[in-house]
């Protein structure tokens, strides 16, 4: 072989080469989002723990912790085993209508976390109720082995924060809980401007009418009917309309003056 001539490349050794760098390639990407996870769990459980302390904290210092209720808000195909979950966790606990009571809101939060969390990574979306009465506090988890709590808007908050480094399969999970949140924020909007106007319009309260004597009827009656003219000879005009009711001359057939209260 001349020496200038360098050997043909071996297309094998070439073809083997690059699937070794490509699974390398791959191997050092799974490590990578396993670190990830794992680190994401680890926060999670010291958010947790966290949580657990400073309820202890609050009843060593005397501060009451409510006793409070949750219910779901839209059931998903994970909520049976919640269910299940609940009733080995707190079987002298009684269930209501999915309601599952919890001794405080920190009890909540520590439960719906384990269920949250891996091996289980259950789907949720709770409404705190506390007597009878809903309050604006939820905890909701989507998939993500992550459970979030607070405000409506607190949730779509750190939603759009975790959107910023989730993958695809976790960016897909957490688009559908906005879509969710989005929905009942829109829900909880019109129940509020509800409450804003019964506090506001004062309903009025409807006026007594004068009953037609001669034919034992009422003017609150909304309804047309004839009357001869003689029986409402002798009756005030005022009589029907205060009631947006009105009188109107009309002729029949047969000549006899008619008077519809319309």
Excluded: H
């Excluded at 020496?3 to 070439?14: F, G, I, Q, R």
């Excluded at 769990?41 to 309820?55: F, G, R, S, V, Y």
């Excluded at 007594?208 to 009357?227: F, I, R």
């Amino acid at each position: 072989m001349p020496p200038d001539m360098k050997p043909a490349p071996n297309t094998e050794t070439t073809k083997k080469k690059d699937e070794e760098l490509k699974e390398a390639v791959l191997q050092a990407q799974a490590e990578a989002e396993e670190r990830k996870r794992q680190q994401q769990q680890q926060n999670l459980t010291q958010e947790a723990e966290q949580t657990a302390k400073a309820a202890n904290a609050k009843e060593e210092e005397g501060i009451a912790v409510n006793p409070t209720t949750f219910t779901t808000k839209k059931p998903t195909p994970d909520w049976d085993a919640i269910i299940e979950d609940y009733k080995t966790d707190f079987p002298e606990r009684k269930l209501a209508d999915n309601a599952l009571s919890f001794e405080s809101q920190q009890e909540a939060i520590q439960f719906f976390l384990g269920q949250a969390q891996s091996p289980k990574n259950r789907e949720f979306f709770c409404q705190e109720v506390m007597n009878g009465v809903p309050s604006p506090f939820y905890i909701a988890s989507f998939g993500t082995e992550k459970s979030y709590n607070g405000k409506l808007e607190d949730i779509q908050a750190e939603i759009n924060k975790d959107l910023k480094n989730a993958s695809p399969e976790q960016t897909a999970k957490l688009q559908k809980g906005l879509s969710t949140i989005d929905a009942q924020m829109k829900i909880q909007g019109t129940m509020n401007m509800r409450e804003e106007l019964k506090k506001t319009v004062k309903p009025e309260e409807p006026s007594a009418a004068a009953p037609v004597e001669s034919t034992g009827m009422a003017c609150k009656s909304l309804e047309s009917v004839d009357l001869p003219l003689q029986v409402l000879a002798n009756q005030p005009r005022s009589l029907c309309t205060e009631m947006g009711a009105g009188f109107v001359p009309r002729n029949d057939e047969i000549g006899v003056n008619y008077y519809t209260i319309m």
